[in-house]
């Protein structure tokens, strides 16, 4: 006959780091098996008893006068009964192990709640809301204080753990709603708080870079580590005009301090397509325009006199348009004025080209560019040596050398700024020019 196959073996230690539900489950599994395990140890002893009570008889088998024999196929059924009598043997031991087992699993399930409830309880970052609310903080100390506050703001007896300890507050899981009324405003504070450090957190951090950018530009020497210290972040500040247009300028400051004819061209090419997403993002930033107008005229002196000529007109209109935006800015009229100066001096075959591509030439004239130059100096009193330069010049070419030696006295009171050296020649040139 074919062995039973064999019986579960005891409890592992495993169950004993169940949760409680599933403890239950097991008892009542255990308590099922018991009954069913019962009631065929029963059937199994009454066979026994019995075939034991029809041995004692001398094999009796029911019939005078013939000894008992067992039928065919008897004899395997006996065996498996005796195979099973055993089994069920063992498996009494075993749920016997089991009854002894179980209680102490449930006790040792009920030390380690008790105990991780008292930690949940005890830890600082043991929440204060009935209804768990995951906040992802981040490394901000602003946002650290706002939580710090929000958290002390809370009453002690309103903290309960992770599991739903009844508080200290009540007896009973039912709040009232006066209490559920605190309780909420309590967290829509905290809440409204938290976000607004978050906000605030990211607004001033974007400031400062804003900031720091832009007194790095201020200073010649250190226009490299502006132009790396906002390229570092250009990932991350891409959607942001503000961003773009100061990212543009440094492209811009690398063309003006590169000595490779090529490298300034490539810082030029890319600093106009960072200026051309700045037009776009924010068409009404005066910045981005006059950057995108900057960046054209470096392009302007590349590439052939059709270049020269588109680059020049694209110049012009976004000037234009900063100048809209931005009317009492010095700084743009002042470009306009340099523009306004090229565009008297282009030759007749620039002039042909333009006309061809345009329909019309530039027709700005010294006149045009004199007004831009006053018109700086009307809005601020000695605004550069460079505007002053070129009010001499403007006069010089009118014949006006009265006021022309007038200005260039103006700008040699000027200190003189090593940084911009071509200012520098060129009055040098104007003053030997004026003592003819």
């Given at each position: 006959?074919?062995?039973?196959?064999?019986?579960?073996?005891?409890?592992?230690?495993?169950?004993?780091?169940?949760?409680?539900?599933?403890?239950?489950?097991?008892?009542?599994?255990?308590?099922?098996?018991?009954?069913?395990?019962?009631?065929?140890?029963?059937?199994?002893?009454?066979?026994?008893?019995?075939?034991?009570?029809?041995?004692?008889?001398?094999?009796?088998?029911?019939?005078?006068?013939?000894?008992?024999?067992?039928?065919?196929?008897?004899?395997?059924?006996?065996?498996?009964?005796?195979?099973?009598?055993?089994?069920?043997?063992?498996?009494?031991?075993?749920?016997?192990?089991?009854?002894?087992?179980?209680?102490?699993?449930?006790?040792?399930?009920?030390?380690?709640?008790?105990?991780?409830?008292?930690?949940?309880?005890?830890?600082?970052?043991h929440t204060a809301s009935r209804k768990r609310k995951k906040v992802e903080w981040g490394s901000d100390d602003g946002a650290a204080d706002v939580a710090a506050t929000g958290q002390a703001s809370l009453s002690s007896e309103e903290v309960e753990s992770e599991r739903g300890y009844i508080t200290a507050?009540?007896?009973?899981?039912?709040?009232?709603?006066?209490?559920?009324?605190?309780?909420?405003?309590?967290?829509?504070?905290?809440?409204?708080?938290?976000?607004?450090?978050?906000?605030?957190?990211?607004?001033?951090?974007?400031?400062?870079?804003?900031?720091?950018?832009?007194?790095?530009?201020?200073?010649?020497?250190?226009?490299?580590?502006?132009?790396?210290?906002?390229?570092?972040?250009?990932?991350?500040?891409?959607?942001?005009?503000?961003?773009?247009?100061?990212?543009?300028?440094?492209?811009?400051?690398?063309?003006?301090?590169?000595?490779?004819?090529?490298?300034?061209?490539?810082?030029?090419?890319?600093?106009?397509?960072?200026?051309?997403?700045?037009?776009?993002?924010?068409?009404?930033?005066?910045?981005?325009?006059?950057?995108?107008?900057?960046?054209?005229?470096?392009?302007?002196?590349?590439?052939?006199?059709?270049?020269?000529?588109k680059y020049g007109f694209l110049f012009k209109e976004h000037i234009d348009k900063a100048i809209e935006l931005r009317p009492q800015d010095p700084k743009l009229f002042y470009l306009l004025g340099r523009w306004c100066y090229a565009a008297s001096q282009l030759s007749w075959i620039e002039r042909k080209?333009?006309?061809?591509?345009?329909?019309?030439?530039?027709?700005?004239?010294?006149?045009?560019?004199?007004?831009?130059?006053?018109?700086?100096?009307?809005?601020?009193?000695?605004?550069?040596?460079?505007?002053?330069?070129?009010?001499?010049?403007?006069?010089?070419?009118?014949?006006?050398?009265t006021n022309a030696q007038t200005w260039c006295d103006m700008a040699v009171s000027f200190p003189d700024i090593i940084e911009d050296q071509e200012t520098q020649e060129e009055l040098e040139n104007l003053v030997s020019v004026l003592k003819q």
């Amino acid at each position: 006959p074919s062995p039973l196959p064999s019986l579960p073996p005891s409890l592992p230690l495993s169950a004993a780091m169940a949760p409680v539900s599933e403890g239950k489950a097991l008892a009542l599994g255990l308590l099922a098996g018991i009954g069913a395990a019962g009631l065929t140890l029963a059937v199994a002893a009454w066979y026994r008893r019995r075939r034991e009570a029809e041995g004692s008889l001398g094999g009796w088998s029911g019939l005078p006068g013939r000894p008992w024999a067992p039928r065919q196929g008897q004899g395997d059924v006996a065996d498996k009964l005796d195979g099973l009598i055993r089994s069920l043997e063992e498996l009494k031991s075993e749920v016997r192990s089991l009854k002894e087992t179980v209680p102490r699993v449930y006790r040792e399930l009920g030390q380690a709640g008790t105990a991780r409830g008292a930690r949940k309880r005890s830890s600082p970052g043991h929440t204060a809301s009935r209804k768990r609310k995951k906040v992802e903080w981040g490394s901000d100390d602003g946002a650290a204080d706002v939580a710090a506050t929000g958290q002390a703001s809370l009453s002690s007896e309103e903290v309960e753990s992770e599991r739903g300890y009844i508080t200290a507050h009540t007896d009973t899981e039912e709040d009232s709603e006066e209490d559920k009324l605190k309780r909420c405003t309590v967290n829509s504070a905290f809440e409204t708080s938290v976000s607004g450090a978050h906000e605030g957190s990211g607004t001033n951090d974007f400031d400062l870079l804003m900031q720091k950018a832009d007194k790095l530009h201020g200073l010649m020497a250190e226009k490299n580590e502006g132009y790396l210290l906002l390229l570092e972040k250009k990932d991350q500040f891409r959607d942001k005009v503000e961003f773009l247009w100061r990212l543009a300028r440094a492209y811009s400051d690398m063309h003006d301090i590169t000595p490779d004819l090529e490298d300034k061209q490539n810082y030029a090419m890319n600093g106009k397509e960072l200026a051309v997403d700045a037009v776009n993002l924010g068409p009404e930033s005066a910045d981005s325009h006059m950057w995108l107008a900057i960046i054209c005229g470096h392009l302007s002196g590349y590439g052939s006199v059709q270049t020269k000529i588109k680059y020049g007109f694209l110049f012009k209109e976004h000037i234009d348009k900063a100048i809209e935006l931005r009317p009492q800015d010095p700084k743009l009229f002042y470009l306009l004025g340099r523009w306004c100066y090229a565009a008297s001096q282009l030759s007749w075959i620039e002039r042909k080209v333009a006309a061809a591509l345009f329909g019309e030439p530039p027709n700005s004239t010294i006149q045009d560019a004199l007004q831009c130059f006053l018109k700086v100096e009307e809005i601020q009193t000695r605004y550069s040596k460079a505007n002053y330069v070129y009010l001499t010049k403007c006069y010089k070419e009118l014949g006006q050398n009265t006021n022309a030696q007038t200005w260039c006295d103006m700008a040699v009171s000027f200190p003189d700024i090593i940084e911009d050296q071509e200012t520098q020649e060129e009055l040098e040139n104007l003053v030997s020019v004026l003592k003819q």
